[in-house]
């Protein structure tokens, strides 16, 4: 098993950055393909992006390609999302995910941290 826990949320303007922190724990980190993904109030969870066991292979929603970025430090067993230029429309909690398997955009992933909450203002 891997307890997740996220960090780095809060209150940041439009055209800004943010950075978000997934702090694993458990089983070894780089087992895990990470992802992250947000629930905006009254709204479904969505994805956001997704990165493979080693970093190689990334994945983005439409609406966060060119602006987010995913990262990963096995040595630091933690998940990044790295946000520039957020809108308001990305305000929404986001929650990392694990999964030993390639769970790509589903939310399938078998473990979740508690989510930390992003506020983009105008």
Same mark, same amino acid.
């Given at each position: ?7 780095? %949320?809060?209150?940041? $303007? @439009?055209? =800004?950055?943010? /950075?978000?922190?997934? *702090? ?10 990470? %992802?992250?993904?947000? $629930? @905006?109030? =009254?709204?479904? /969870?969505?994805?956001? *992006? ?24 096995? *040595? ?47």
């Amino acid at each position: 098993q891997v307890r997740l826990v996220e960090s780095g %949320g809060g209150l940041v $303007q @439009a055209g =800004g950055s943010l /950075r978000l922190s997934c *702090a694993a724990s458990g089983r070894t980190f780089s087992a895990y393909v990470m %992802g992250w993904f947000r $629930q @905006a109030p =009254g709204k479904g /969870r969505e994805f956001v *992006a997704t990165i493979s066991w080693n970093g190689g292979r990334t994945y983005y929603a439409d609406s966060v390609k060119g602006r987010f970025t995913i990262s990963r430090d096995n *040595a630091k067993s933690t998940a990044y999302l790295q946000m520039n230029s957020p809108k308001p429309e990305d305000t929404a909690v986001y929650y990392c995910a694990a999964d030993l398997n390639w769970a790509g955009v589903g939310d399938g992933y078998n473990y979740w941290g508690q989510g930390t909450q992003v506020t983009v203002s105008s």
